[in-house]
């Protein structure tokens, strides 16, 4: 009874009273924080300041746990109150949403594109590069594009120096297909493998492209599609406005369309999305197209930004159809860019090449409605291109 009274002292000295509020103030503005960012994402719009909290989510979620734990301990020395149980109620709740997203891409979650056997070689060993046209250290990443000496190269932001820079690799690769553009626009894809036909689209924006593959390897005929849209937050031509995330998520319906309407080929999909893996956004293409994602029962593997390990993010992707399977899936460092390198080791199943779309309730209409929304953004900033009108 001598402790308890002690404690009870204690607890009511100015000090004590001081840092308890202290700590209950902290747990509030935290907690009203990370419930409020969980709540954002929720609202249909295609704000950037809106979608970005899509991104977080894995950082929201470990923010949130901390704060549960913190308020039951809170809750069990200073006994129970109906405020605090709600408000515990409110964080556990807001964390199991958060957790639900991205609790897929961790080892406890089946994986979606199965193992490939270790005794076989690989059908396609692709690397996405996202270069950084701000960076200049040419020969460094050369020298880390041979180490891993891939089949397929995507490279992102290609710029005149870019090109000139990797002047050193074109032996490596006899078929090559180059958007050579400034401003961290361009983009190539250079392969090892017979191309069969190549093309330079621009789905959404006259300023973002795509390249569109058709390449056959020792086993059959597969398409590759090179992306690399609009990041939400962007700020446009005026330096002012800045971009919502409507142009991208309507170059990813579109895609995913074109790839639904042709379910029976083997497809990847590749590049710097500017999307999380977990968006809904990101799972509606996945859904539309039928693709997979290697990660998923994998690993989160964050690839931007990769200075800055407790801020970091799934942004840069290959998903694939139905008939690929993986031998490696992993990021290598890019000396002087802000995005990791993302590789794949996939192997090619002849019996099920193409894809399984599954599309739920109201996917369609909503896909519907985003492309109508991304053009109508293009149209306003007088960015539109031909193939969207």
Known sequence: MATDTTDQVNDATPENGRCRDICAWLIRILGGFAVLATLLP????????????????????????SLTAAEVVWIRRFRPHRAGMLWLSALAVAGVWQW???????????????????????????????????????????????????DILILLEVDESWRRGLQPLEERYRYRHDEVRDEGLGMSVWSRQKVLSAETRFIVEDRRPSIWMVLLNEREEWNLVAVHPTPPGLKDATGEARRNSRVRDAE??????????????????????????????????????????????????????????????????????????????SRCRITGSDHFGVFAALHMSQSSPGTTPKPEGDDRPEAAEIITEGREDAEARGVASEELR
């Open 100 to 150: 639900s997203h991205v609790i897929r891409f961790t080892a406890v979650w089946p994986v979606e594109v199965v193992s490939s056997p270790q005794s076989r070689e690989p059908d396609v060993r692709l690397l996405v590069v996202n270069l950084n046209f701000q960076n200049d250290a040419h020969s460094q990443v050369v020298a880390e594009i041979q180490a891993v000496d891939p």
């Open 252 to 329: 990813l319906a579109l895609i995913a369309g074109e790839i639904a309407e042709q379910s029976d080929r083997a497809w990847i999909v590749a590049g710097d999305f500017n999307d999380v893996a977990w968006s809904h956004t990101t799972r509606l293409f996945k859904r539309l197209s039928g693709l997979r994602d290697p990660r998923i029962g994998r690993s989160f593997m964050g690839t931007f930004h990769a200075d800055y390990p407790l801020v970091r993010f799934p942004i840069d992707h290959v998903f694939v159809s139905d008939g690929f399977t993986i031998g490696e899936l």
């Open 42 to 65: 929720l609202v249909p719009v295609g704000n950037w300041m809106i979608r970005g909290w899509d991104f977080p989510r894995f950082q929201i979620a470990v923010l949130l746990t």
